[in-house]
């Protein structure tokens, strides 16, 4: 299947590219930094590291899916190549795929592959075979594209501004959400090294220079900081505290992230202050326009630990199953449910949907502007 290209990736993608040789080597250790432990190197890609990657039907089972899922390929006016954005469900009877759509489920299936081969050594996922692999974590991550899509702010008809994806684990939602809005800013946080490692690794080899990783908890980030240009996100008070990924003698080492550029340094939407001006900077305290989690946490406990990154424009979503009623019975006060979303993932006979949370400030001695004003 030929596939068109994504952002400034030409022809083939960026795994594709490390593969061939021409693009950044998946692993290469930075001049003047000690070879990896055993422990710590890529996996083998041989025979028997993960159930068999078929490229080809994975490909049509996606494209499939995102159909199903009523997702677009963005290649309309107003939207560059590449962008998963909401539209109207394509005929079913239709085969083949845009080019845009093509090249996006080739980003996706390159994210899988990395996700497959890396987790028959470091168990990022309970789930081997990489069918079921696509519909429990593409397709179900992708089915929040829609709801979210709409309440974040846009740029030329694209959504745009500031993601912050708390657990992130293995990247989801949050690398699915960035291949899919590559004009968002997306926030990827990770206190578990091994899983901080793989995320750079993704970072790096799929080029992906809208994400950022944070290996910390949620509750340690300090929103004034954490979109801080020409670095990765501190944690609060302590620019060099990375755990057990402060080493960096893990998957990739951080040298590798250097060489795709400097993350930090992204012009997108300035937070909420302004979320039409793509190129301004927004001053702290920045608040994200969207928090999401999947399997994190309670809702309960999942609101007390971004309650101070939530400003007053910040949606505050989860990814659960089916509604959790005892949990939303269980809110801390102020906290509140703003709507409950059921969910149908394409292949996945089980209930979801995704809950979105409001919280009422603690005084109205500060009034925020409206992301919306002037327009």
């Known amino acids: 299947m030929t596939t068109a290209a994504i952002d400034v990736q030409p022809e083939r993608s960026a795994a594709n590219r490390s593969r061939s040789g021409t ?3 998946a692993g290469a250790r930075p001049a003047g930094t000690r070879p990896r432990s055993p422990a710590t190197r890529s996996p083998s890609s041989g025979a028997g590291s993960s159930a068999a990657f078929d490229r080809a039907a994975l490909a049509r089972d996606l494209t499939a899916g995102l159909r199903a899922l009523g997702l677009g390929d ?21 085969v083949q795929a845009s ?6 489920v080739e980003r996706l299936l390159d994210y899988l592959a990395l996700l497959a081969k890396w987790n028959a050594t470091y168990n990022l996922t309970a789930i081997r075979d990489p069918g079921q692999m696509l519909v429990h974590h593409l397709l ?6 829609a709801p979210l899509a ?19 684990g293995a990247g989801l939602p949050g690398i699915v959400l960035a291949l899919a ?9 990770e206190p578990v090294g091994k899983k901080a490692a793989f995320l750079r690794q993704c970072q790096a080899e799929l080029a992906l220079t809208n994400i950022e990783v944070a290996a910390a908890r949620v509750e340690s980030l300090d929103v004034s900081t954490m979109w801080r240009a020409g670095s990765e996100p501190v944690a609060d008070g302590d620019s060099d505290s990375r755990g057990d990924v402060g080493s960096r003698d893990d998957i990739g080492g951080r040298g590798d992230i250097g060489s795709h550029g400097d993350v930090g340094n992204i012009d997108d939407a300035g937070g909420r202050g302004d979320s039409n001006d793509v190129g301004s900077r927004c001053s702290p305290p920045c608040f994200p ?7 994190f946490a309670s809702l309960a406990d999942y ?18 199953g089916a509604e959790p009623t005892e949990e939303i019975d269980a809110l801390p006060p102020r906290w509140s449910v703003s709507a409950s979303l059921p969910l149908a993932v394409p292949g996945l006979d089980a209930r979801r949907c995704l809950v979105l949370l409001s919280h009422a400030p603690l005084s109205a001695e500060y009034e925020a502007p409206s992301p919306h004003a002037g327009q």
């Not at 609101?303 to 910040?314: D, I, K, N, S, W």
């Open 181 to 189: 809005w590559p004009g968002v800013r997306v926030l990827l946080v």
């Open 303 to 320: 609101a007390r630990a971004v309650a101070h990154l939530a400003g007053p424009y910040t949606t505050v979503a989860a990814m659960k």
């Open 74 to 94: 963005g290649a309309h006016e107003g939207q560059g190549a590449g962008t998963l954005a909401e539209a109207a469900p394509t005929e079913a009877a239709s």
């Open 150 to 168: 709409a309440r974040l702010p846009r740029r030329a008809g694209a959504p745009a501004g500031r993601l912050v994806d708390v657990g992130s």
């Open 23 to 25: 693009g950044a080597r």
């Open 99 to 104: 080019p845009a759509q093509a090249a996006l």
């Open 140 to 145: 179900d991550s992708l089915a929040v594209v």
């Open 289 to 295: 326009d969207l928090i999401v989690c999947r399997a």
